[in-house]
Structures are given as C-alpha cells and as structure tokens.
C-alpha cells in the first residue's frame, strides 16, 4: 500500500510535466515545420517557451542549490515527523565538483534543536535526519537505563536534562545548590548556571574539573578528549561536530549508537513539511494528512 500510494504520486506528477512539454513541442512543430501559423506569431511562442524554461530553470536552481525535498521513512522523529512526511530541507552546502570539495552559500549554523538531515559517515549513500542536542564544546551523557540524557555545556557552564516525559526534578547537579528548587523540564531544557565552587583534582599530573551529580555517578572525570579512556555513554564533543537523537528515542538509531555527526556530513537544516501521506490508512479520504501540509518544522 505504502509503495503504491508513492508510485501513484510520482506517475501522476510526471503525467502531467509530461503533457506540459508536449503541448509546447507541438505547438513549436506546428509554428516551424507546419507553418499552420503566420510568422508574426513566432515570437509570442517564443516568449511562451522562455518563460517555461525559466520555470523549470528556477525551480531546479532551488533544488540544486537552497532547498532539496527529502522523505520521512520510519518514526524515528515521531511526533515532529511522521512515516509518509515530505520536507523541506534548507542546504548548508553546495558540491562544485566530483572532487567533493564544497562552497558554504548562507550563513546557517548548526544550533541546538535544529533538526537536520546528514549523511551517515559510514555509508555517504544513506542519509538521516534526527536532532540535535549536542553542541562543541558539550559533554553528553547517556544513561542506559533510565534513558535519560545529561548535557553540560562546559563554556556557559550550562546544564541541560532530556526526560522521555514531562517530570519535575530536584537537584540537578552539583551538591554545593543555594537554593533548593525545583525544576521543570517539557522536552528539552537547558538551565541558568548551577556552579557556586569549582573543584579540581590531579590525576597524571594534569588538573581536572570534577562534576559532583546526581543520576549519573558520583564522580566524574572530565579527562583529555583524546584519551581513548574515555568513559561509556560519555561523549565530549569536539569542533565541528554534533550528537543527535531522534525524538522518538526508543526506535532511533543515533549518536548512542554510531557516534557524533561531523559538520561536513550535515546537508541541511529541515524548515517545512510540504506534503504528507498517511500509508497506513484504510480509508482514501484520509491518505493525505491535510493538517501537515506546509507546516514548519520545529
């Protein structure tokens, strides 16, 4: 059902494109071969033909080099994107040539909660689109069992806390808190800076910050980012790289599975859905999700 919902799209759309260039390769073979048509003439077809092909030229130049359609095959970003989406995707950059090498032509950055599409770095034919969470600079960690995510931003001295649901929590991280409130969290959160006093510890004869927190381990050490001692399920994100997850965290494969996103891999930022279809639907009035149709992406 699903395949033949998309095929059925397609060879409707490409009935009528086609229809389109014949009526003007007819009406071209009538003026100059036939000459059914006085001469005078010539040049009104000639701006009608012009003006077709300057069409279908800007509608490629946007394709080729501002925005590219792409669509939604799981529920991975379920409830921001369904299975049957069809989006919008503002590019980040443009290959000039077979070299791989690539022109930046807007001044888009990649920012914490874009949702964006990349290519898998071990199969550039596959592409992805999750979220991102994880900025440089950021330490991530992943608790297995709990599933819950912990970003510090180590710059800001930030704090950020992902729940699956909407919960309240009390101390967050750090024993030494002032104040003792709570904090509510919807999806995603980062909070105002928690940091009264700063610890240190040598180890190696290098100093180290220690994060004293609450849900993760008592003690943990923030080591060199190159030392392949590196604890699991943390990840300290260097430049020009992300760590994205999809929405929908339990059916997701993503940066808890095969790593950070380089920036180089990211083609771009999804803006708009501009078509939906529901391929499970039984009923045909209900196959087009009417509702999604040009709704941005957030």
Not at 50 to 67: A, E, K, P
Not at 165 to 193: A, D, G, M
Request: include cysteine.
């Amino acid at each position: 059902m699903k395949f033949l919902i998309k095929y059925i799209f397609i060879f409707t759309t490409s009935i009528l494109i086609f229809f389109c260039i014949f009526n003007y390769i007819n009406n071209l073979y009538n003026y100059i071969y036939k000459k059914r048509y006085k001469k005078k003439n010539i040049k009104k077809l000639l701006i009608e033909l012009l003006q077709y092909f300057f069409i279908i030229f800007f509608i490629f130049g946007i394709r080729l080099f501002f925005y590219q359609s792409f669509s939604i095959y799981s529920d991975s970003m379920k409830p921001s994107l369904l299975e049957g989406d069809y989006i919008l995707v503002q590019k980040l950059f443009y290959n000039i040539n077979n070299l791989n090498k690539k022109i930046k032509f807007n001044n888009y950055k990649p920012k914490r909660n874009d949702v964006v599409v990349f290519k898998y770095s071990k199969n550039k034919n596959l592409k992805y689109i999750k979220r991102i969470i994880g900025l440089p600079g950021d330490i991530v960690f992943y608790h297995p069992f709990t599933k819950k995510i912990y970003i510090i931003n180590k710059i800001n001295n930030r704090y950020s806390v992902i729940f699956n649901k909407k919960k309240e929590i009390k101390h967050i991280i750090f024993n030494q808190i002032k104040n003792n409130k709570n904090f509510y969290n919807k999806q995603t959160h980062t909070y105002r800076s928690l940091i009264n006093e700063k610890y240190k510890e040598i180890f190696k004869n290098h100093v180290h910050d220690i994060m004293i927190s609450h849900g993760i381990k008592n003690y943990l050490y923030l080591y060199n980012k190159k030392n392949k001692n590196q604890k699991k399920w943390t990840w300290i994100i260097p430049q020009d790289q992300y760590f994205v997850i999809g929405d929908n965290r339990d059916k997701s494969a993503d940066s808890r599975l095969w790593g950070l996103v380089k920036k180089e891999n990211i083609l771009g930022k999804a803006k708009y859905i501009w078509f939906s279809i529901n391929y499970k639907s039984k009923k045909w009035l209900n196959i087009i999700r009417f509702e999604r149709i040009f709704k941005k992406i957030q």
